[in-house]
């Protein structure tokens, strides 16, 4: 999700996840993030309003290609297609960053304030998956639910694709997951 | 869930409800509960780690029910069946405190820290069923899965049961996102 701009953003960016890498985020401070960089905590500054936004920088860019694949899907598509279009680019962003998405990952369970954030971002997104849903008619019921569950299966499988050995395809994950709720939901 | 005992708990935790409701949470010192409690600040820290759990005094009993239930399940019960099982032995709990819970979400609401904790304790909830499921021989992925859904459920149907104008059946409302979760992810 992450896009660096070159030059200065850049380069405190690979500081930051180096030093949170080597040392735990907690421990690592701006300054010394400023320092691996060769740059002022000035600097630091003009680019991120704190250390942890270095870890959620993507988060808001994430939410706005889910919301628009959602609100963009074809009208006939019923709420659990438009969310799963959505799922599937968000899939196909994360596929081609995959070092950085386990490199952060391994940063944020070495952090319980880190771990909060995290969640609090995933329910974020299921609120903006409701909401734009509503924004295609979809009744509010149906909509918060289906938002809670997109949610539930992106958590799940980006679970299972950033601690896999291999690299695998995480929009296939997803697809598997749904697959794999309705099996398990399925009436006996 | 919350049973307090008679005494001094039960009149700081009154205390304390009463002023997070009339100043909001963030706004009220543990010294203003225990004087409004007629008692001191000592006597509130022998009852309470902090003035967060007040609100959250019963969260261990919750995933205690919902754990237990699961474990306790026939054998013959499927994954879904020995969650919605623990979710109804939950929601009986809730429905006979409708009142406390209306109160305890409306001090939530007004407070991202109490948000944020809230978050947290559902995530740990959805870890605790998914562990349950385990120890019954399920596999790990359709343990993690069925965990997530079953608390997406439960937290649907816990904002519908919370923000009604009228007393519903939690369990039953958690019944009806079931079937409607059935009826979403149905293939076309």
Chains 1, 2 share one sequence.
Do not use: C
């Amino acid at each position: 999700m992450v896009r660096w701009e070159p030059g200065g953003q850049g380069r405190l960016a690979q500081a930051a996840m180096e030093l949170y890498g080597e040392r735990g985020f907690d421990q690592t401070t701006v300054a010394e993030i400023a320092e691996r960089a060769g740059l002022t905590e000035r600097t630091f500054f003009r680019h991120f309003s704190d250390k942890r936004e270095v870890l959620f920088f993507g988060a808001q860019a994430l939410q706005d290609l889910l919301v628009n694949t959602v609100v963009d899907a074809p009208a006939s598509a019923a709420p659990i297609d438009a969310v799963t279009l959505a799922l599937e680019a968000a899939g196909n962003l994360f596929n081609e960053r995959r070092a950085f998405s386990v490199q952060r990952q391994h940063i944020i369970d070495g952090s319980a304030e880190l771990q909060e954030r995290e969640l609090i971002k995933l329910s974020s997104l299921a609120a903006a998956l409701a909401s734009a849903l509503r924004r295609r008619g979809v009744a509010e019921s149906t909509a918060g639910l289906t938002g809670e569950v997109a949610i539930a299966i992106f958590k799940i499988s980006f679970e299972r694709w950033v601690s896999s050995a291999e690299p695998r395809d995480l929009t296939q994950l997803m697809r598997d997951s749904l697959e794999q709720l309705r099996v398990v939901t399925a009436t006996q």
